[in-house]
């Protein structure tokens, strides 16, 4: 269902494949598609300001080709990282439902199993690590959702050999505000290669 306000845009409403690595040591896992970001471009964190925050520390720390994500076309690659999301299309209230993240949990199950060489999961947002630890219930890795408290830089060894990290996530929200800077995104990232044992 489209928003109203986006009614004419022929883009609204489509789903948004992940972009990455398929030998990604790292995941990066967002809340959804932005309205007039991803969801426009077809491509995660990709044309909003979201991306233009990640991106950056991606290309900084290692992982992004190029510090700036335009479109799918812009010659973007990413190595040793994915990037997807719990949510897989643009949320009409902004903020996905229970019963839409629920819709995706077959999306995640299925990408995380895919991924074979998978260490570390960076989650944006609260949203994004409770949806991870969504996937390790219905993995069977852990009993319940107790003992993981979501924190700026919370890091947490899980069976299977994951690491979870979390992350504030770089909405505009968080990032014109000052609660999550260019520096704690880096040491996020910088964190994450030495998780994953990358040089």
């Known amino acids: 269902m489209r928003r109203k306000a986006y ?3 022929e883009y609204w409403g489509r789903p948004v494949p992940s972009f990455g690595d398929p030998l990604a040591r790292v995941l990066v896992l967002g809340l959804a598609p ?6 426009r471009t077809g491509r995660p964190f990709t044309g909003d300001g979201s991306g233009d925050f990640l ?7 290692g992982f992004a080709s190029q510090p700036k994500a335009v479109s ?3 010659g973007m690659t990413l190595t040793d990282l994915s990037i997807s999301s719990v949510a897989r299309c643009a949320p009409p209230a902004n903020k996905p439902t229970p019963q839409e993240l629920s819709n995706c949990e077959p ?7 895919l991924l074979g060489n998978l260490r570390v999961v960076v989650c944006l947002g609260k949203i994004a690590f409770d949806g991870f630890l969504g996937h390790q219930l219905r993995a069977g890795q852990i ?10 830089g919370a890091e947490y060894g899980l ?28 040491a996020i990232f910088t964190r994450a290669r030495e998780l994953a044992e990358l040089p």
């Not at 932005?34 to 969801?39: I, L, Q, T």
């Not at 991106?55 to 720390?61: G, I, M, S």
């Open 7 to 9: 009614a004419d845009a």
């Open 34 to 39: 932005g309205a007039h970001g991803s969801n």
């Open 55 to 61: 991106f950056p520390a991606l290309h900084e720390t």
């Open 72 to 74: 799918r076309d812009d």
């Open 107 to 113: 999306w995640l199950d299925e990408e995380i199993r």
């Open 143 to 152: 009993p319940a959702r107790t003992g993981f408290a979501f924190r700026h």
């Open 159 to 186: 069976p299977g050999g994951f690491i979870l990290m979390a992350s504030y996530h770089p909405s505009l929200q968080n990032t014109n505000t000052g609660k999550l800077t260019r520096p704690m995104l880096l």
